[in-house]
Every structure is written in C-alpha cells, then in structure tokens.
C-alpha cells in the first residue's frame, strides 16, 4: 500500500513540477561524476530543496546524498524493456532522525524532464527482484546516525541524460511535508 502511496505521489510531483527546469553538470574529463570534497547541506526552503552531485539534502528522517550517477544498457544481467536504458545512482543516506526508521528503496524517484505526468519511476526493485548486492535493499531499517550507501537502479527512456532524484516527506498522519530534488546529468558507461 505505500509503494502505491508513493506512485500516487510521484504524479502529483511530476504534475506540479513541469515549470521546473534542470541545471547540467558538466565533465570535462568524461568520467563518471564523483562528489566534490566539499559538500553543501541543504534545507527547504518555502517546502522545496534542490541540489546538484555531493550535495546533502536534510530532510525530516535523513539525509541522502547522490554521489554519481551513469547510464547503461544492461547491469548484472538485467535488461531493460524495449526503448529503456538504466540509470544506475550511487546514493548514501543516513539517519539523522532520533529514533531508528524504516528506509524503503521506493522512498527515492527518478525524473526526467518533460511535461508528461509518467515522466517518473521508481527504482527497479519495485517491479523485479534486486540484481546486485550493491544495490540499497527493498527495505531496510537505520538505526540512529546510521549511514549506509548503495545503489538505486531505473529504468528510464532512451535519449534523455538529465535526471533528478526526489525524496516527499510523508507522515504517519498521511500529511506531505518538504520535497527534494537533486539534478544532474548521468555519464555513459
């Protein structure tokens, strides 16, 4: 039932989200983008954050940060559907709440940017069993000041290469809190 929570959402987001627009990141080097040694941490503000590679967004529960991120056709011996590629995102998120939470991998969304209310997903676990062990679980707990770092896998449409990753605050009351957006432009691999 959350995931479905979550699905319903991730329209809503796209929905109110076609005005937004994405910044690139440029690589001159080609090689996959890494966080930077400085990281900024970022809060919302008026209920919206946004932040580019390293960045750390500071959300009610935790925080996450998107490391880097790459496309491919095939990982571990998955393959995409027809007119898909995948995104593979390299994520750490930690507990910075004052109990232990209980993380879903489906917490996090993919968008690309265009105006259709499908243009999202959520990671490929949703729909299939995990392919790597590097990937972050279904579901898994973090216990206080925890941090664990994996991947997030989508699919996504072929021929685009700017990406956000979000994260909506949900409460146990059902009421949405702050939205996060990280934006960047995913390498070839």
Known sequence: MKRIIYALV???LAISLVGCSSVKEASDSGESQEVQDTQSEIT???GYG?????DVMKTYFFSYRVNSAYLCDEYSGYLP????RL?????????????SI??????????????????????VTYYADPVSDEQLPAVYELSVNEEKTGLLIFEVPEGYKDFSISYL????????G???FVYFTADEK
Do not use: H, I
């Open 169 to 176: 605050e949900m409460f146990d009351d059902d009421s949405e």
């Open 50 to 54: 946004e932040g580019r590679f390293g």
């Open 102 to 123: 209980e993380m879903y991998d489906t917490d996090f969304q993919v968008q690309w940017n265009t105006d259709g209310e499908d243009d999202y997903d959520v990671p």
């Open 87 to 99: 995104l593979v995102a390299d994520v750490t998120v930690k507990n910075t709440y004052n109990e």
């Open 178 to 180: 702050d939205v996060f």
């Open 81 to 84: 559907a027809d007119g898909k």
């Open 44 to 46: 919302s503000e008026d």
């Open 10 to 12: 991730g329209v809503v």
